[in-house]
């Protein structure tokens, strides 16, 4: 099964000076062995179409036009088949070929009444014509043929390259999704998180009685505001690439929303209550609606308290998060500004709408509906 290629190989190890003087000796020993009644005109007509095949690569057409006067004076077989061989398999216009193709058919016709051989009893007859006509074609099929089969194994090159760089493409696509989903949960899961923390470490810095607490409650936010900081540049470059993405397992649901609630450091209250039949991926947006708002809250609006309310109207589910006004100053803490954003893209994704904006009590709210079944 491998003969072949080997074959192949070892042929194209040749050096192409080396097959093109092979091809003109088999040229001139045709010619030698044709020279029964040779003229000086057909000798020096042979030796000029043996030689010219040397230059059959460079100079198809004109090669192939040195090889007829030889043909017209000696009956020579290996110059112009190869001549005409070399020129189908190099050019595509096929009115050529078929000219030339037929070019050397009248030249092989003629050639018995042109070579001085009084014994010849070869006719010019129509059948002798296309039999020869035959002789000229299959060089050009088969030059064709290779001409195809180069175009074709080129093409192929190409369409592999191509699905290469579509699976290239696919792969940063994949890549990109995962890396906005992975900042938005960095920031719904990391930035509630920390948060707390330096909210707590500040009422412990300001309640402290001695210095040592509350250097180490100040040691405590200032890590805790650097943690958040880093984590703001982190979620910009994820999602500097990134597009909607589907969701990553595990992930919370509705029946999380009360831990959310009673662990998230102001006080707030749970109400109303969602049918058992709301998707998961519907869960997943209301939970994180309130976690980031909830986060919101303690960063933004200290000491006010909030009131998480579930509601569902026909196949809609959604929460409303609202804050009253801040009752202290609120601290210094880094925002990303990309918690409002992922919530909007989370409702997008959805089907669903998502509203954010001050109340006319000096409060806040936040508000998303989505269809109850979206998976």
């Known amino acids: 099964m491998s003969a072949a290629p080997e074959r192949k190989r070892l042929w194209n190890r040749v050096p192409p000076p080396a097959r093109d003087a092979g091809l003109v000796a088999l040229a001139a020993l045709d010619a030698w062995l044709s020279l029964w009644n040779g003229t000086p005109l057909g000798l020096a007509l042979a030796a000029i179409a043996c030689g010219a095949l040397a230059l059959r690569r460079r100079f198809p057409l004109a090669v192939f036009l040195l090889t007829l006067p030889a043909t017209l004076f000696q009956d020579i077989l290996v110059a112009p088949v190869a001549a005409l061989y070399t020129l189908a398999e190099r050019s595509r216009d096929r009115r050529l070929l078929g000219v030339c193709a037929f070019l050397s058919a009248i030249a092989m016709a003629v050639q018995p009444p042109l070579n001085g051989d009084p014994s010849s009893s070869r006719a010019w007859t129509l059948i002798f014509l296309l039999y020869n006509l035959a002789t000229a074609t299959a060089p050009v099929l088969l030059g064709q043929l290779v001409q195809a089969r180069r175009d074709l194994a080129r093409r192929l090159v190409e369409i592999e390259e191509a699905r290469e760089h579509e699976r290239e493409l696919h792969a940063q696509a994949v890549l990109a999704r995962e890396r906005a989903q992975l900042a938005r949960e960095m920031h719904d899961v990391v930035s509630h998180q920390v948060s707390l923390i330096a909210i707590q470490a500040g009422g412990m810095q300001?309640?402290?009685?001695?210095?040592?607490?509350?250097?180490?409650?100040r040691t405590i936010r200032s890590l805790s505001v650097d943690t958040l900081d880093e984590l703001r540049t982190m979620v910009t470059l994820l999602r500097a690439s990134g597009g909607a993405a589907t969701e990553l397992t595990p992930q919370p649901t509705l029946a999380d929303l009360r831990k959310l609630v009673a662990s998230s450091g102001i006080e707030a209250?749970?109400?109303?209550?969602?049918?058992?039949?709301?998707?998961?991926?519907?869960q997943r947006a209301l939970y994180r609606t309130v976690q980031e708002a909830l986060t919101n809250v303690r960063k933004h609006a200290p000491g006010a308290t909030a009131t998480v309310e579930l509601w569902h109207d026909?196949?809609?589910v959604g929460v409303t998060v609202t804050n009253s006004p801040p009752s202290r100053p609120s601290l210094p803490l880094p925002g990303a500004h990309q918690g409002l954003l992922g919530l909007k893209e989370r409702a997008d994704i959805l089907h669903g709408t998502f509203e954010s904006g001050p109340t006319g009590e000096g409060g806040y709210r936040v508000r998303i509906c989505i269809p109850s079944r979206t998976d």
């Open 314 to 316: 026909g196949d809609d």
């Open 269 to 282: 209250e749970l109400t109303g209550d969602l049918p058992t039949s709301v998707g998961t991926p519907a």
């Open 206 to 217: 300001v309640a402290a009685k001695d210095a040592g607490s509350r250097e180490a409650a």
